[in-house]
């Protein structure tokens, strides 16, 4: 492979906060953690496309504070793998910029002459086999020196992504940076310069794009030196680039200090800040079922529409309508007559939307936290390590959950101050501590947890252990728990 | 008034089958058991219009079998008059003349000359004081042998109405029935001859109606003598009238020859059958607020709408919609960027349909009778005489319930051979008898009843009890269910 020279590592920038998308996305779930298409989550797809050369020692994922946690139980069911990823925690979004940056700084004291695949979390590449040829080629070609980046084959006048102008092939000329690699000189119709970068376009220029034919859409994926994207930071965002040197000398990148200089940062995208401006930078040509869902409108081009041109999921019954998507959950969805349209229900919350005006959804979120809502924040059933919780309802002075946990996973020794706990066992066998006791309560059976005593609940079984548990209490909220041990890190 | 020599009985036309209203309707609540506008269901507000000239003992409600306990349930709030209220039970649609003459059939036994007002059941009438003073002067014409009708004086040149053409004024020529009374005298520009009736039309029709005019809105409400309508239907329905006969000699209309020869009679309706041939039908023009809500959209005449021309109600989070009906529940619904659209959701489904396709809406209905669902039959909350229930959750071996018994309320005694039931009240106090004892649990306590043991829940206090039910078995439907009493006659 001739890669085996530098150490390759993966950065996955992981911090969106799912607006766009809701209500499928929520705050402690957004689009990454969704599974749109194919076999798997975004994230967990984007995860297992890069083992063939990159180590999960070396897969570093860039988030926030608040996403961490919940990604890090969303990546368990990698197994092994799961725990060997590495995580940056960014105190603040601060866009691409920045995040780069930090990763680059991290990166560059374990490994000075390291090459970072810079790699949103959330798209979609269907052709693996040709998106980890293209991948090695880059990599060849980052470790000479150029920052490399994938354009991808435009299918059609789209106006809702970037483009990128290629110029000279990378071979036909005098190599600035010395003699190329026998494969990048194999590959001289598969590297280009890059001639500049367009923001989103009107359709008329992306109808030009189209028409001339060496623009391609920006994918949004980089590979560099860590070495060489350090070098043109401080060339380009000189600022920055200061504020980076003091977070360098930083040992806690926990601390308060961390969190002032980061928020310091210069907000801008690694795109514009470095990526128009730098005149080292290549782009190779891609067309490997590269899609960035921008919004809900966009699930029109990667699933399957009926003749019509609708997509229909879920519990759905559709009279004459015409190119719409419509995903239903298990509630009955109905829908008559529509254009145009997106219809998205989920168990709590439902959209409906003109195609046209969907980018609006950022509104509603903005109202549901204005209300102090909790629809924007998380499901109804929320995945847990151990399993996952659902509630069915919360009324005055009580809240009933369904709650499923893994065989042999246990919730943590809690007690609750607020609110007593009826526990009925529908489906497999609960161990339960209560105070001193340990006692099994078997399907059809029930127990009760009394306010204030401390108590335990446990899948001993091999099957799934599924309770209805009825709080009661004067309070009812999630915050009225203390943990004194838990196998997830939550103490 | 004049009024007291005869009988005056209202025949209430309540067999709607609710499906033009789903999902806000269901099978066992149609429209007219919704509270749409006012302060009552339209059902009850059309008993409640009538109470100045019709004492409940001569309120009859004609509906079908499968309707009519709960309509009897849903009349309830209506308190002892509920009681009083007499039911004629269809044992299929037949349309309307079919029911007007089984009415009139009945009701000639009682009293043969009797004045009967026909009124669907499902129409809203906001002005009660005009419609009671055209009411009176309507029973007093009847009462000298015509047929007697209101016409809504028209708002626009709607095309979703019959129309009925108004000819000379009642008192210009000499009566064929001898003198009129006084009062019809006096108001001898407030009766009609009826001229024409005329099946909805097209708008440009409609528009010439409403220029001309002399064109009122067909109310579907008829006052006539029973020995008249009957006389009517002998002439100008002959068939229908001699399976009429064979009907008024049964002495028992519960058996099988009833349901026979009533499913045998010609389907058609009165307005069609008798009303368009009659040569003594007069026309009452009339401004009383009427109007027949035909589908969802008709919503949009009587409810308020924003500066954009939106209903939104519930709890919907609107943006940039125009012209749409927005009925959410407590579950968030947002709409954004929507033309012409009614959107409905409730606790189990959810409807979205363009305004112009609103009407396909029974293809849904077809739709989940075919698939064996249930989110046409029943509303996830299902009131009872006692209360009522709400299925929180159903699944393989389980159902959750909320139950909500009214102060002093009781289920019936009753046993289950395939679950068995947890109960935790929530709030109030349950007695509850299991077997051969009886004890109350109090809120936030819990008790157990056994498959196969029998059993009876009661709320004893003076606040309503909340509990909530956890069923476990085998088989958890609501036909698992043998009754031993029963407060409301169900056993």
Chains 1, 2 share one sequence.
Not at 288 to 308: H, K, M, Q, S
Not at 432 to 459: C, M, W, Y
Request: with cysteine; hydrophobic share 40%; charged share 25%.
């Amino acid at each position: 492979m001739g890669l085996g020279a530098k150490m390759i590592c993966a950065v996955i920038l992981a911090g969106g906060k799912g607006t766009r998308f809701w209500p499928l996305s929520r705050e402690n779930c957004p689009k990454q953690m969704l599974n749109i298409v194919g076999e798997d989550t975004l994230l967990r797809q984007t995860i297992k496309r890069l083992h063939k050369f990159i180590s999960s020692d070396n897969v570093w994922i860039i988030t926030t504070d608040i996403l961490a946690q919940d990604i890090r139980f969303h990546l368990k069911p990698l197994g092994a793998d799961a725990d060997r990823i590495r995580f940056i925690i960014e105190p603040s979004g601060r866009n691409t910029a920045p995040a780069v940056a930090l990763a680059a700084i991290t990166l560059s004291k374990l490994a000075s002459d390291s090459v970072m695949v810079v790699m949103p979390s959330d798209h979609i590449i269907t052709d693996t086999k040709q998106f980890q040829n293209k991948l090695r080629l880059a990599i060849e070609a980052a470790e000479e020196g150029y920052l490399v980046t994938f354009g991808i084959v435009p299918a059609r006048p789209e106006t809702a992504y970037g483009y990128i102008r290629s110029g000279k092939p990378l071979a036909k000329e005098p190599l600035a940076k010395g003699p190329p690699s026998a494969s990048v000189k194999n590959s001289c119709n598969e590297i280009f310069h890059a001639e500049g970068f367009f923001e989103k376009p009107d359709l008329k220029t992306a109808e030009t794009f189209l028409r001339q034919g060496n623009h391609y859409w920006n994918s949004g994926i980089f590979v560099w030196k860590t070495s060489k994207i350090l070098e043109e930071i401080k060339r380009y965002l000189p600022s920055l680039y200061r504020g980076l040197q003091k977070i360098g000398k930083l040992n806690d990148l926990r601390n308060e200090t961390f969190k002032e200089l980061y928020s310091s940062l210069e907000s801008i995208s690694i795109d514009h800040g470095v990526m128009e401006k730098s005149r080292d930078v290549l782009v190779i040509p891609a067309d490997f079922g590269w899609c960035d869902l921008g919004n809900l409108t966009a699930l029109g081009d990667v699933l399957e529409r009926d003749e019509r041109g609708n997509i229909l999921q879920g519990n759905a019954i559709d009279i004459g309508s015409e190119n719409c998507t419509v995903i239903a959950c298990d509630r009955v969805l109905a829908t008559i007559g529509l254009k145009d349209t997106v219809v998205i229900d989920t168990a709590d919350a439902t959209l409906v939307s003109s195609k046209e005006m969907v980018h609006e959804v950022r509104k509603v979120v903005e109202t549901l936290k204005r209300n102090n809502r909790e629809e924007h924040l998380v499901h109804r059933t929320v995945e847990r390590p151990w399993g996952s919780y659902t509630v069915l309802e919360k009324g005055d002075r009580y809240k009933i959950k369904r709650i499923v946990l893994h065989p042999k996973a246990r919730l943590s020794l809690q007690v609750h101050q607020h609110r007593s706990e009826h526990w009925v066992v529908v489906s497999g066998t609960a161990r339960v501590t209560r105070g001193e006791e340990v006692f099994d309560v078997q399907s059809n059976e029930s127990t009760f947890i009394p306010l204030a005593s401390k108590h335990r609940l446990e899948n001993p079984g091999l099957l799934p252990l599924q309770i209805i548990e009825i709080q009661s209490g004067d309070y009812v909220e999630e915050d009225d728990i203390e943990r004194f041990d838990d196998a997830y890190g939550r103490t």
